[in-house]
């Protein structure tokens, strides 16, 4: 039972470049999440989805973009990167049909360096 | 801005005390109460939850205690064990339309010593 799976687990950028976070879930969820955790402040939402095909930003979407064309995959890009971008990135989903089921599932993480 | 505030942000803990993490909130529409465990290396992953309509919910050392009229809510974790040392995190949502997206306090590093 795989969960939420994010590749890659640690990545390198210069300034500059563009990358793209892969993010997959099996549970047949329709809500997913992309959070941002930097040390001493919690996780931040990115962006968000209820479902495919619809997306909405988070918290602090500057500098991010994402798409959600299959109910399985959310993945996150970054155009030019810059150091402020340095963070784990964290993709989460959801069944979100009640408060009772906003349960978020973690992925493991990719921890993305911008230098 | 919806917002957790979270305290202490760090905490150390003899093996055998009591844990105690607080948090408290601002928007009165929350009706979701999670507390997420991570490890290091590790994504945050669901420990214990409540909602607003009781004051205690208790899962084998996990209690969680909330005061809805002061709009707090703590984790206790009795009898602390190594095992334990982890960054938690408290987090509230709400059923709005659109979305059930959470809302994370800044995290507790709690550090568990034999």
């Known amino acids: 039972n795989a969960g939420v799976t994010q590749t890659p687990k640690f990545r390198i950028l210069k300034i500059g470049q563009s990358m793209t976070l892969q993010c997959a879930q099996d549970?047949?969820?329709?809500?997913m999440y992309w959070y941002r955790q930097d040390p001493g402040m919690g996780l931040k939402l990115i962006y968000y989805?209820?479902?495919?095909?619809?997306?909405d930003k988070g918290e602090v979407p500057n500098g991010y973009n994402v798409s959600r064309s299959t109910t399985e995959d959310f993945p996150l890009r970054l155009e030019l990167a810059a150091p402020s971008q340095t963070s784990v990135y964290f993709c989460a989903s959801s069944s979100g049909r009640t408060y009772r089921d906003t349960e978020a599932f973690f992925g493991q993480g990719t921890r993305l360096t911008v230098v | 801005q919806q917002q957790v505030k979270q305290s202490p942000q760090s905490l150390i803990v003899q093996k055998g005390g009591i844990s105690i993490i607080n948090c408290a909130y601002e928007n009165t529409a929350f009706d979701y109460f999670p507390w997420y465990q991570q490890f290091p290396g590790k994504g945050p992953a669901l420990l214990i939850a409540?909602?607003?309509?009781?004051s205690e919910k208790k899962e084998g050392r996990f209690t969680i205690s909330f005061n809805k009229s002061a709009k707090q809510f703590s984790l206790h974790i009795m009898d602390s064990q190594p095992g334990d040392s982890a960054t938690y995190f408290c987090a509230a949502s709400y059923s709005g339309a659109g979305s059930y997206q959470l809302t994370f306090g800044k995290g507790t590093k709690l550090s568990v010593i034999p």
């Open positions: 409540i909602r607003p309509d009781v």
């Open positions: 549970m047949n969820h329709n809500y």
């Open positions: 989805s209820v479902g495919a095909g619809i997306t």
